[in-house]
């Protein structure tokens, strides 16, 4: 895991020491709320319905046990004992007061936390896969860049004040785990023939009212050059992005409206001018890096365990989240371990303080003292010893965190919706507790396979709806909450946007809406297919004919 | 209005050029874009140095060929949220321009740190604002993370030259 030098500790410290002076110019009056609001954003501050929000970042998803304690403590005594995590590798704090930030922020510090750019219109928390590090498809541990781009996009001087929102995820893999083609730059590593380093650079790709797939503008980019094309693309797109409409102010509409062909054309010209400059990535900095994300000490063992497969074979439940949930590893004898963060009893991503201390005990006790967070809102521990993955499986289960719901219809991502955000137009977090309800069977779930269901409370589409197998977006409808359904959506290696399948569906309906469209799926489903490869095979009007067969009574 | 370069108010020569007046034979004028173009030969031959104002959606590429004309060009941020003049000062650098680069406008004076980075020389602030309250944001880091327009040394060579030392 990386570590603080000194250089990054005094950063920090100083960045919690000018925003506790920005705070202090709020309270006595010397800023406005308008001057004040977009300093307190650089830094993950939003006012939202009813509190101040604290959005804390977990860099490329990475974190520890003691850096996890420190969340449950700031979750006791800052918010009502729960933290939220979200979609981007961040963590959520509700209620904390203006006046406790700063200190809040200083506490993070000590363990090597921020909130820096977590939200605003700058470079955000950059995002890797979760699996890093541990899994066999990876051609390099993207963690390693993803902390080179954070570091340069750390209150990069030019670059923190843009049109809009700008969001960097890394990957390793052809499997995307990080919504990849979805940010705004989506970096795939890759080796050349001769072996060397180099990225895939995909541009303009995002979310939000206007969903885009990112397009490739560059196959490789030499290790050394990412900053300065990182850079190159920032300074076209902060100088000629839209800055007269918010809603068309982020690069995917720039890449749109000017061609990609041209943009490149742009891009490389700014590229060629700066890129043999201090801008290159030294070898000195990549390697001293690479070092904290060495491999743990892992032990040589053997490829089957002898006690874990007896143990399989014994108790179906444990065998069941050894399906749903565990991962092979690339080290032989181990495995990645996923957390489900969707239980019966919280919203999803949601965990408690307590969770939090004693996931922290697990993770040291069984995965090297590494945490990792998902863009699925769930957790992961990477390296966990096969022969021990019954006793941690027991042992989550005594704090009500085995559910083996990875990849299933109830294994949502949901945004805050209503019960929290001042732009929502509908609850998301009580129709996501009614879809866990009626799918609670988990014998049907594994028969459904995997299935994403993501809902988002408005078109800004935080819950990720666009690229849901099935997508829920609330609507407002004469002031009722409605929601409309998409479907064939996806956020991985297939990248889709939904489309919507007909007219939306009022609260009280909209879980039956979604049940039929399963069990149609069931009906229809040819052998080992996903929900989201039958849609494809047969195209949205018999889904359709089937969720509104009124439509077709009348047009008979 | 008071005129801050580095750490200091200092006195400001410039005035700005209403496009109907005309040009004074001594220069030290600021001119708008639209002027230039309209007069840019009677500009060119002015034996006085002259300056122009971009707003923060003319870019400088717009006077690429004329750079050598001006002794000063000024940026304008409409709003402090608008960041396209960062991009513009880097730009002007590269272009080779070699002149003072002025932001004027709206700025927050914890930006101050930012505009410096980038290569603004000065800054226009407001009547009875201090030069020791601007300069708080420019001394809140030690050290920066990236290289930018300015000659600061950031955190990756300065773990280059503690390698170095200790070896
Ligand atoms: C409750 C406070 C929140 C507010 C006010 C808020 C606001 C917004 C807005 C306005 C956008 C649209 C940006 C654009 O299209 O330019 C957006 C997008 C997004 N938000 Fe949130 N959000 C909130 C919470 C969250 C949470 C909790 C998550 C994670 C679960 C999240 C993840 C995202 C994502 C992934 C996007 C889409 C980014 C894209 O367009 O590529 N947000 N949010
Ligand atoms: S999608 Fe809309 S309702 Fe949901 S959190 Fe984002 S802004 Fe709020």
Redesign the interface.
């Known amino acids: 895991m990386y570590r603080y030098?000194e250089?990054?500790r005094?950063?920090v410290n100083?960045?919690v020491?000018?925003f506790r002076?920005?705070v202090a110019r709020r309270m006595s009056g010397e800023l406005s709320e308008e001057?004040f609001r977009?300093?307190r954003l650089m830094n993950g501050l939003y006012l939202q319905l009813h509190a101040y929000m604290l959005r804390v970042a977990i860099p490329y998803g990475t974190f520890s046990a003691e850096q996890m304690r420190k969340l449950a403590q700031i979750a006791r005594t800052y918010d009502r004992g729960y933290g939220h995590f979200t979609t981007r590798q961040n963590i959520q704090f509700n209620w904390p007061k203006l006046e406790d930030v700063p200190n809040l922020l200083a506490e993070l510090a000590d363990v090597e936390m921020h909130a820096i750019q977590t939200s605003g219109?700058c470079i955000r928390n950059v995002t890797a896969d979760p699996y890093a590090g541990a899994i066999v498809d990876e051609v390099d541990d993207s963690r390693i860049w993803a902390e080179i781009v954070r570091?340069?996009?750390?209150?990069?001087?030019?670059?923190?004040?843009?049109?809009r929102k700008f969001k960097i995820a890394v990957s390793a893999s052809d499997y995307d785990r990080a919504v990849v083609r979805f940010h705004d730059i989506g970096l795939f590593i890759k080796k050349n023939d001769a072996g060397e380093t180099g990225f895939e650079v995909w541009i303009g790709g995002g979310l939000g009212r206007t969903p885009m797939i990112g397009k490739i503008s560059n196959e490789f980019v030499p290790a050394e050059d990412l900053?300065s094309y990182l850079e190159a693309v920032l300074?076209v797109y902060?100088?000629n992005g839209r800055?007269d409409n918010k809603y068309k102010a982020r690069i995917k509409i720039l890449v749109h409206e000017t061609g990609l062909d041209e943009l490149r054309a742009q891009i490389d010209a700014e590229w060629a001018?700066?890129k043999d400059?201090?801008?290159k990535v030294?070898e000195?900095?990549i390697e001293?890096i690479r070092v904290y994300f060495a491999p743990p000490p892992f032990e040589t063992l053997n490829a089957v365990d002898r006690g874990f497969e007896t143990k399989k074979f014994e108790n179906p439940e444990f065998s069941r989240w050894v399906n749903g949930n565990v991962v092979a590893h690339k080290q032989v004898g181990y495995a990645i371990v996923n957390i489900s963060l969707k239980t019966d009893d919280l919203p999803p991503g949601d965990i408690t303080a307590d969770q939090m201390d004693n996931l922290a005990d697990l993770a040291e006790n069984y995965s090297f003292d590494e945490i990792r967070a998902t863009h699925e809102q769930n957790l992961v521990f990477a390296h966990v010893k096969q022969s021990e993955l019954f006793e941690l499986w027991r042992e989550l289960g005594e704090i009500g965190l085995a559910m083996p719901n990875i990849g299933k219809v109830t294994d949502m991502i949901v945004c805050p919706g209503l019960d929290y955000c001042g732009l929502a137009n509908t609850r998301s977090i009580p129709v996501a507790q009614r879809i866990s309800k009626r799918y609670a069977d988990l014998d049907q779930q594994f028969d459904l396979g995997e299935l994403k269901l993501k809902i988002s409370g408005c078109i800004n589409a935080c819950g990720h709806h666009h690229v849901g197998h099935i997508g829920l977006l609330g609507v407002d409808r004469r002031g009722e909450e409605f929601y409309q359904i998409t479907l064939g959506g996806s956020g991985a290696e297939d990248a889709a946007i939904g489309s919507i399948i007909g007219p939306a569906f009022s609260s009280s309906d909209i879980v039956d809406a979604v049940e039929e469209l399963i069990n149609f799926y069931v009906e229809i489903r040819n052998q080992g297919e996903r929900f989201l490869d039958t849609y494809r095979r047969v195209g949205a009007a018999p889904f359709k004919s089937r969720l509104y067969p009124e439509k077709l009574d009348a047009a008979a | 209005m008071p005129l801050l370069k580095g750490r200091n108010i200092v006195e400001d020569a410039w005035t700005l050029l209403a496009d109907n007046l005309e040009l004074p034979e001594a220069g030290f004028v600021i001119v708008s874009l639209d002027r230039f173009i309209r007069d840019r030969d009677l500009l060119v031959a002015c034996s006085g140095p002259i300056g122009v104002r971009l707003s923060?959606?003319q870019?400088p590429e717009l006077i690429a060929d004329a750079l050598e004309v001006f002794s000063l060009i000024e940026l304008e941020f409409p709003a402090?949220?608008?960041?396209?003049p960062?991009?513009?000062a880097?730009?002007l650098h590269?272009l080779g321009f070699a002149g003072e680069i002025r932001a004027v406008g709206n700025v927050?004076r914890?930006?101050y740190?930012?505009?410096k980075?980038?290569g603004f020389d000065a800054l226009e602030i407001k009547e009875g604002e201090t030069a020791e309250e601007w300069c708080?944001?420019t001394g809140?880091?030690?050290?920066?993370?990236?290289?930018?327009y300015d000659t600061e040394k950031?955190?990756?060579s300065?773990?280059?030259k503690r390698?170095a030392a200790a070896s």
């Open positions: 030098d250089f990054d005094k950063f100083e960045r020491a000018e002076g920005q001057e977009p300093l219109n570091q340069w996009s750390t209150l990069h001087p030019e670059f923190t004040f843009l049109g900053l300074r902060n100088m800055r001018a700066i400059s201090a801008l030294p000195y900095e001293r | 923060s959606a870019s402090f949220t608008d960041g396209r960062y991009s513009y880097q730009l590269r927050l914890d930006q740190l930012n505009l980075r980038c708080i944001a809140a880091f030690s050290a920066p993370y990236q290289v930018a950031p955190i990756m300065l773990r280059e390698l």
